[in-house]
Structures are given as C-alpha cells and as structure tokens.
C-alpha cells in the first residue's frame, strides 16, 4: 500500500509536501474514501469524486474530513492510465490523498476480510464511495450490498453512485479501451472528460527531424499503457519554459510507431511529437523532463516514405490537417462543445 498527499487541504503542508509519499498508519482517520479501480479517471468516475465531496461538505460534521481515493494497481493489463497519471487526475478531481493498493497482497482476502482488515482497521474512514459495479474479495466476491451491509455493521456511512451513460451506454473503462484501440482517440476523449495523456520521460532520439525542419520530443510508451494504434495524431503538449514560468499546452502533431522510413526496427515504438512553432532547443536538450502530451484524432496510419523529402511533405501536410482537430482540443471550435478545460489539461 503506498500513499500519496496531495495540495487539496487536510494536511500540514509544512509536515506533507505535496506528492509526498507517507506511510497508510499517518492519514487521518474519519476520512471520505473513494474506492474503485479507476482506469481511464473517466466522467464515470468522476461522479464518485463529486459524492465523495458533497459527503465531506456535510453540515452536521464540525470539521471537513479529506478525500482519500483508494485505487488497485497491478492488475497486469493494458491501462488507460498509469499510476502517475491517475495522481494527476485525483488531485485535479479534489482529493486530498491517493492510496494505491497492489492487487497481489489483497486477492485472496474474502470481501470480509478485505472490509475489516484494509478498510477499518488501515484506514479508518467515516464514509466510503463507490460505483454500481464494484466488486471486492477473493474471485469479486463482493459488491455494493456487501460493503453497504458490512459498513453499517461497522457504523460506517456507505454511497453506492448509480452509472453514468452516454448515448444510452454506461460509461466504462472497458468501453473507452475499445475506442482507444480502434483509434477513435476523439469518442474515448469525450468519454473521458480529456484526452488520452502519455506521461513519460523524454527519451534521446537520432535528431532526425531538426534536419528536416521538424525536431521532435521523444518518448516511449509507459509499461503497461495501452497503445493506439502506429500512426499520426494531432495533439497538445504540456510545455514548462525553461526560465521555470507557467505551464502552457502547445499545439503539436505527434506520431507513434517504429519510424519505417529511417528506422528497419519494427519493434521500436517511439512517440515523437513536433511541436507547432516552439523553439525546442536549450532546456529540452540539456535535460530530459517528464513531458505530457495529450493525443486528439487519429490523423493517418504511419507509412514508409521513399525518401525524407517525402517525410518532409507528408509532415507539413499532418501539421494542415492537425489544425480543426487541435482547435476542438482546445475548445477553440464552436461547433464541438468538450467536456474539459485547458485549465484541466494543465495538471
């Protein structure tokens, strides 16, 4: 079990830095713990954290308890979001606190045990919030009557938060990784409430691309990430600037795949992303910041060219065809309402 503190109030920030890792025994006790899985940290979920924090908000408390979310790890799949990631999302949807919980020390625990022994005796908390379908236990033993029925043996308040839908749908995580996997990044981004991110460290490259007018920031996949499909996607990126300034999000056109036109490896899978009118040399160089790009639409699938001055063209011919799906990125397009902020992409 690792514990993460976040800027949301609820701790000392002279004792808790913010992202500081803490031991499970220092959160508080009387907590708002949100439980799931949270793969994605999609508009489904969201509505667990809206719950959790009307139920922190309740009159009849003298003092306002945190938001803890507690969230499996390791389940060994193709995930939406990493863990990194869902910190970034759990601190912007309002928790105080992210505890992440291997799925290998708990999976033969009964929901019983798991009840008491996780959840009352390690974390001690007032409420707990979770969605219609969540199971717990050896085998998902255990669902929603299960911890509504235990929690008021225990005196705990239980909120189970029905689905959300879309077009007559639940929202899933399941359903979002099918989008993903069939490059239809624009329907999973609605789904979500923001883009598919990539969070990783930026990797050194050959440095073709500053040779043809198009240098690239280059990262590879996360373990575990789910990945699109190889090819072309308007994107933004999450730029810092080196005089330590403002975070900003930069228009960007990136492109994941093995580079067939100057590379014979198929096997090595890059995203390499331009971005649209920045001077990416200095900072981005000399160190190897982590960098978040958010990917939009799927613009075209990755080819070989005959030559780098085909590349060349077919770059500047992305970068056109990447401005409309980056103003609705931006919420820039009137016609394309979305349901995020730049703000919200910021992290």
Same mark, same amino acid.
């Given at each position: 079990?690792?514990?993460? +503190?976040?800027?949301?109030? !609820?701790?000392?920030?002279?004792?808790? !830095?913010?992202?500081?890792?803490?031991?499970?025994?220092?959160?508080?006790?009387?907590?708002?713990?949100?439980?799931?899985? $949270?793969? =994605?940290?999609?508009?489904?979920?969201?509505?667990?954290?809206? !719950?959790? %924090?009307?139920?922190?908000?309740?009159?009849?408390?003298?003092?306002?308890?945190?938001?803890?979310?507690? *969230? &499996?790890?390791? %389940?060994?799949?193709?995930?939406?979001?990493?863990?990194?990631?869902?910190?970034?999302? $759990?601190?912007?949807? =309002?928790?105080?606190? !992210?505890? $992440?919980?291997?799925?290998?020390?708990?999976?033969?625990?009964?929901?019983?045990?798991?009840? #008491?022994?996780?959840?009352?005796?390690?974390?001690?908390?007032?409420?707990?919030?979770?969605?219609?379908?969540? +199971?717990?236990?050896?085998?998902?033993?255990?669902?929603?009557?299960?911890?509504?029925?235990?929690?008021?043996?225990?005196? /705990?308040?239980?909120?189970?938060?029905?689905?959300? +839908?879309?077009?007559?749908?639940? /929202?899933? *995580?399941?359903?979002?990784?099918? %989008?993903?996997?069939?490059?239809?990044?624009?329907?999973?981004?609605?789904?979500?409430?923001?883009?598919?991110?990539?969070?990783?460290?930026?990797?050194?490259?050959?440095?073709?691309?500053?040779?043809?007018?198009?240098?690239?920031?280059?990262?590879?996949?996360?373990?575990?990430?789910?990945?699109?499909?190889?090819?072309?996607?308007?994107?933004? +990126? @999450?730029?810092?600037?080196?005089?330590?300034?403002?975070?900003?999000?930069?228009? *960007?056109?990136?492109?994941?795949?093995?580079?067939?036109?100057?590379?014979?490896?198929?096997?090595?899978?890059?995203?390499?992303?331009?971005?649209?009118?920045?001077? @990416?040399?200095?900072?981005?160089?000399?160190?190897?910041?982590?960098?978040?790009?958010?990917?939009?639409?799927?613009?075209?699938?990755?080819?070989?060219?005959?030559?780098?001055?085909? &590349?060349?063209?077919?770059?500047?011919?992305?970068?056109?065809?990447? #401005? @409309?799906?980056?103003? #609705?990125?931006?919420? &820039?397009?009137?016609?394309?309402?979305?349901?995020?902020?730049?703000?919200?992409?910021?992290?």
């Amino acid at each position: 079990m690792r514990c993460y +503190t976040f800027q949301n109030g !609820a701790f000392d920030p002279d004792r808790y !830095a913010p992202g500081r890792e803490i031991p499970p025994e220092e959160l508080p006790a009387g907590s708002v713990l949100i439980l799931g899985g $949270f793969d =994605g940290v999609h508009r489904g979920h969201r509505a667990l954290f809206d !719950a959790a %924090l009307s139920a922190a908000r309740c009159p009849d408390s003298p003092t306002t308890p945190p938001v803890v979310c507690w *969230s &499996l790890s390791g %389940l060994h799949r193709a995930c939406l979001t990493t863990e990194d990631e869902k910190r970034f999302f $759990f601190r912007l949807y =309002g928790a105080s606190a !992210a505890v $992440f919980e291997d799925f290998g020390t708990i999976r033969s625990l009964s929901g019983e045990a798991f009840f #008491r022994e996780i959840l009352v005796k390690r974390l001690r908390p007032s409420t707990l919030v979770c969605g219609f379908n969540f +199971t717990f236990g050896c085998g998902a033993s255990c669902g929603p009557d299960d911890l509504v029925r235990f929690s008021e043996e225990a005196g /705990i308040r239980a909120v189970v938060c029905p689905p959300v +839908t879309d077009g007559g749908e639940v /929202i899933s *995580s399941t359903r979002i990784r099918a %989008l993903i996997a069939d490059g239809q990044t624009e329907e999973a981004a609605r789904l979500m409430g923001h883009p598919y991110p990539v969070s990783a460290d930026v990797c050194p490259g050959r440095r073709i691309g500053r040779t043809i007018g198009r240098p690239t920031l280059n990262q590879r996949l996360p373990d575990g990430k789910l990945a699109p499909p190889r090819g072309v996607y308007a994107s933004l +990126t @999450l730029l810092t600037p080196e005089n330590g300034g403002s975070l900003c999000l930069a228009p *960007s056109v990136s492109n994941l795949g093995s580079r067939p036109t100057v590379n014979e490896d198929g096997d090595d899978v890059t995203l390499e992303t331009h971005v649209l009118g920045a001077d @990416l040399s200095g900072s981005f160089r000399a160190r190897r910041p982590h960098l978040v790009v958010w990917l939009g639409e799927f613009l075209r699938p990755e080819r070989k060219f005959d030559s780098l001055d085909e &590349l060349k063209a077919a770059i500047a011919a992305d970068t056109e065809a990447a #401005r @409309l799906p980056i103003s #609705r990125l931006l919420g &820039l397009d009137p016609a394309c309402a979305v349901p995020w902020t730049a703000d919200d992409l910021l992290l």
